[in-house]
């Protein structure tokens, strides 16, 4: 479930004796892109190369897309217990949590019905509704088992796949952001897709300038000021596919197996990137009259829903 990037970074005044440096690369099917400030360009460089250097193990880790990732080995051992590695496990804990607080609407199992989306993007068709609900019923976070003490996974049910890409990339810049920030370079910007993780205020401003976006690529709608957060955003403006006049997101509606239908983008304010991703995935699923609502009480310290015409 990939983000689109509906937010950017405004570039703030540099001070006297401090740079700006920008460092991008391709991750996870997106541009992921280091905003830091700081005196030597030769450590930032070394710094976010160690940076981008855990984000891509973080990928080889919990992509859904790479054979033989981690992740999707555990689709070929369902039914018993999987040690996996300290990263993964921390993910899927992660994951579990975030599905337990939004009830379902953000759900790490959903690999079968993101799968048949791809499909359904390809050829143009949905599934027969028996299909579907075969699909569906390999789904649901209460299948998935997880044991604290032994670290390991077990997918209780057969033809179970999991997808983290509502959590990955935010994770992600988490993970990078601590690189970061422990070389030195507190004054960090992540940006990984529509996902920022913002350290301390560039130097002179209250916070980073976090422009955001309406559901018209070319348009925004004013800015945010804003440090020590992570900001995420999730909708359907990059990813969807028409079919008989409808238009189905690659975000999926837990209920109904398809992708949402509704058009809409939300922007989530939180303590952290891997929490705004999960929980902007959570409340596109919970629909425009109760995103709002619901985010908050999941922690969201704000949330912005774009609606089409505002």
């Not at 991750?27 to 030597?40: P, Q, V």
């Not at 791809?118 to 075969?134: F, H, I, Q, S, Y």
């Amino acid at each position: 479930m990939k983000h689109f990037l509906a937010a950017f970074v405004l570039v703030a005044t540099v001070q006297a004796n401090e740079q700006r440096f920008v460092f991008e690369r391709g991750l996870m099917g997106t541009r992921f892109a280091i905003t830091c400030h700081g005196i030597d360009q030769t450590e930032a460089k070394a710094a976010a190369d160690a940076a981008f250097s855990v984000a891509e193990e973080i990928n080889a880790v919990a992509s859904d897309y790479i054979a033989g990732s981690e992740l999707l080995q555990l689709s070929d051992n369902t039914g018993k217990p999987v040690k996996v590695s300290p990263r993964l496990f921390d993910l899927l804990v992660q994951s579990l949590a975030v599905a337990r607080l939004t009830d379902g609407r953000f759900d790490p199992t959903l690999g079968p019905l993101t799968k048949q989306w791809r499909e359904t993007r390809r050829t143009g068709k949905l599934p027969a509704p028996d299909a579907l609900a075969t699909l569906k019923s390999a789904c649901g976070w209460n299948l998935l088992a997880l044991d604290l003490a032994e670290k390991t996974v077990t997918l209780t049910h057969p033809n179970m796949r999991l997808d983290l890409g509502g959590i990955a990339k935010g994770y992600a810049a988490d993970a990078m952001f601590q690189v970061m920030k422990s070389k030195g370079f507190a004054t960090t910007c992540i940006a990984a897709g529509g996902d920022l993780r913002l350290g301390d205020p560039p130097p002179g401003a209250k916070g980073w300038l976090v422009g955001l976006t309406t559901l018209e690529k070319t348009k925004t709608t004013g800015h945010l000021e804003l440090s020590n957060c992570g900001i995420s955003t999730s909708g359907d403006l990059q990813q969807s596919v028409a079919i008989a006049g409808i238009s189905y997101a690659h975000i999926i509606d837990p209920q109904t197996g398809l992708g949402l239908t509704t058009h809409l983008a939300v922007t989530i304010v939180a303590a952290d990137a891997t929490t705004s991703d999960a929980l902007a995935t959570a409340a596109c699923v919970a629909g425009p009259a109760e995103a709002e609502r619901l985010a908050i009480s999941w922690g969201a310290r704000e949330v912005r829903v774009a609606l089409p015409g505002k």
